[in-house]
């Protein structure tokens, strides 16, 4: 292999519609195989009786948590997040994003440089039926593009085109929703 993992994840990154950079979670997944994940847990120095629990951790809904921590080159923290689950059968990337004091207390030398780039592993995923949620003021929406559609006395529509890892509306590489105000 050629490309170092993290080339490999920086060059899954696409832009939204603000110029915010964020990695589709389809593009992550199939990036972030079975044997890429293996190979690189080989190759940060994990050692081999703690390999075999990463794997399954990464693999059973880690992938973003592990991409994170291969951006900032600190692969093999995966086994101190993987320590601090409480033994809960919960994967590893529903905890995403992290706020900072769950950091400090998990990878306390490297919270920050964690912190700051999960933003671009965590955009939601937009399913139709949802009720509200509040979201984080960083977090970074799947929006490829958006064009005013119509408006009135009490607000406008906007036509948005979503990636199609990031919806859960219909089958597609993008998605376009029409999106108003309530």
Partial sequence: MNHTIQQIIKDLGVHNCDG????????????????????????????????????GGILRGGRRVFAILCTIRKEKLIMEFL????????????????????????????????????????????????????????????FIKVEQAGGGGFGTVSRVTLAGSHQGISQGELTEVICSPS
């Fill in 20 to 55: 915010q950079r964020f990695v589709p979670i389809t593009h992550l997944t199939n990036a972030l195989s079975e044997d890429v994940v293996k190979d690189t847990l080989r190759q940060c120095g994990l050692q081999i009786y703690q390999r075999e629990e990463a794997l």
């Fill in 83 to 142: 320590k601090y689950d409480n033994f809960l059968d919960v994967e590893l990337d529903s905890k995403l994003p992290f706020e900072e004091i769950a950091l400090r207390f998990i990878i306390p030398d490297d919270y920050r440089q964690f912190y700051d780039i999960q933003w671009e592993f965590s955009a939601p995923l937009l399913k139709p039926n949802l009720y509200h949620r509040t979201l984080h003021d960083r977090c970074i929406l799947p």
